[in-house]
């Protein structure tokens, strides 16, 4: 089934519901939608030459013509491919390149980076609200297109934090499967809800869109086309039942802006957070000012949206009972999966014990694009290899450790930077942290948390309050304030780089007698 029928199943049923709103202004009905959606498939057919499994590349920051695009793509039985607006010029033509969509839509923000980058050739670039783009929508409006389940609906460009970024085949098959987990596992939506795209629509947002579309949600773009939080905190004002996903650093910006502005907006409805660690304290404080509000999920680009997940009521009542071990956790296997933790043979252990996750189901894509190696390696076996490591408890809820690029051996022991990070951001001057190993020539590796923290916050203090709460091997050997943390442009702390960085501003250091307090340079 395509999954344009979700939203052609609401057009019938309710097609007066609003679908697409900029802000607090509903601009299209789901028949409206629909329709737009229908005649502008007919002009990527008729007009455009687009043939089943053709890639629609789409180059924008959030806006209304997003939504349209994407469900005419998959009307016409096409695949779309958003791209991060955030990328360099030469990260979108080699993703433009690798991918060879035949249509590239572009906002006329963007419409220069994507040309300085290079169309490839057989691809067409058009940019949106242009009288080109005007002109798709004459045609008459096409039937909906069947496509079998294993169909590419959306070919999804991994950030390439480690090389050049892979394209995750996400099926129609897995994007239902996501649809149906969401509703069962992650959230609980009403008719006539909104989701409000305030992260971005070329990734989680993105991934939303299918879930909310089978239930009639509104789709709101805010005016300013990013995240902002005090627009996200009017928005929720504006609109009843809000839902949105949220990376846990715009979490902590809403929670900040609510705490310090005024009163929870009575529209909010449910944050999803995901896409890196929430810790506890962060956790435990949104819950102080925003209530019992959020939920969790853990999935990656190879399973979207889709691995555990922890609910609202899951929150309330561990928050309740003192469970801070299930808060820490990532929640439970969504219903669509199959979620084990093993070892490196690929055998299953036992709960309590530390091993790589592995997941297998119909949430699960069938490899990446044009890189067989890659597919074999990661999912060779019929099981995604995440990277990440975690166990299980008796109960089934999973905590995350760390990527196992990220784990530290220090003197032969295995220390998890998040359990070194969950005790520094518990003290009171400590903002943001991220602890990574470095080569050390008599321990292997040495444990350096750089910290971003109020002025005249101290090694020795953090050292102290380190000590009361971990065991002592696993404290920072080094201490470095900055004034902020590397991210992606999906709020992720980029660790690879900041090692990098710090590799560079410590042999600096070294060569200069600076102390292991030090600023460093961000």
């Avoid at 690798?98 to 839509?105: D, M």
């Avoid at 058009?126 to 005007?134: H, K, L, N, R, T």
């Avoid at 043979?345 to 894509?365: A, F, N």
Wanted: charged share 25%; net charge neutral.
């Amino acid at each position: 089934m395509n999954l344009a029928h979700f939203f052609l199943r609401i057009a019938r049923r309710d097609p007066e519901a609003p679908a697409v709103a900029l802000g607090p202004r509903p601009l299209w009905t789901y028949a409206q939608l629909v329709e737009r959606a229908a005649r502008l498939a007919a002009g990527l057919r008729a007009r455009l030459g687009c043939r089943d499994g053709d890639r629609v590349a789409i180059v924008m920051e959030n806006r209304p013509e997003y939504l349209e695009i994407e469900l005419a793509a998959w009307w016409a039985g096409l695949a779309i491919v958003p791209i991060n607006a955030k990328l360099h010029p030469m990260e979108l033509g080699w993703i433009l390149e690798n991918a060879e969509p035949r249509i590239c839509f572009a906002s006329p923000e963007l419409a220069p980076a994507v040309e300085e980058g290079g169309i490839p050739p057989g691809c067409r670039a058009i940019e949106v609200g242009s009288a080109d783009y005007a002109a798709l929508f004459a045609e008459d409006p096409l039937a909906l297109t069947p496509v079998e389940p294993d169909r590419l609906a959306w070919l999804f460009y991994t950030s390439g934090t480690t090389g050049r970024p892979k394209g995750a085949m996400i099926t129609h098959r897995n994007l239902r499967a996501m649809t149906y987990a969401y509703h069962v596992d992650v959230d609980e939506v009403a008719p006539r809800s909104a989701l409000l795209h305030a992260a971005p629509l070329s990734h989680g947002s993105g991934c939303y869109v299918s879930p909310h579309a089978a239930v009639g949600s509104c789709h709101v773009v805010p005016e300013s086309a990013r995240f902002d939080e005090a627009e996200v905190v009017e928005l929720c004002r504006a609109w009843p039942r809000v839902h949105m996903f949220a990376a846990p650093t715009m979490v902590n910006r809403i929670v900040r802006q609510v705490r310090e502005r005024g009163p929870v907006p009575t529209g909010l409805a449910t944050i999803v957070y995901g896409g890196a660690p929430m810790y506890l304290a962060d956790l435990e404080e949104a819950h102080r000012v925003l209530g019992f509000r959020l939920a969790q999920l853990y999935g990656q680009g190879e399973s979207p949206m889709c691995i555990t997940a922890l609910s609202k009521r899951e929150h309330e009542a561990a928050a309740k009972a003192g469970r801070r071990d299930i808060l820490q956790s990532a929640g439970t296997p969504q219903l669509v999966c199959e979620v084990i933790v093993a070892d490196e043979e690929g055998r299953p252990l036992p709960p309590g014990e530390v091993g790589e996750v592995l997941v297998r189901g119909d949430s699960v894509v069938p490899g990446y694009w044009r890189n067989p190696e890659a597919t074999a390696a990661t999912m060779g076996t019929g099981w995604l290899k995440t990277g990440d490591v975690g166990s299980f408890d008796a109960a089934g809820y999973l905590t995350l450790k760390d990527r196992s690029k990220d784990l530290i051996i220090s003197g032969g022991a295995n220390i998890y930077p998040r359990e070194v990070e969950e005790a520094l951001l518990t003290h009171p001057k400590v903002k943001e942290v991220s602890v990574v190993g470095l080569p050390d020539r008599e321990w292997g590796e040495q444990v350096v948390a750089c910290v971003v923290a109020e002025p005249g916050t101290t090694a020795e203090e953090l050292d102290a309050h380190c000590l009361q709460r971990i065991a002592r091997f696993k404290r920072p050997k080094r201490y470095i304030f900055v004034d902020a943390l590397p991210k992606s442009a999906y709020g992720k702390i980029l660790k690879r780089e900041l090692r990098d960085r710090l590799r560079r501003e410590l042999d600096r250091a070294a060569q200069g007698g600076a102390s292991s307090s030090q600023k460093l340079v961000s």
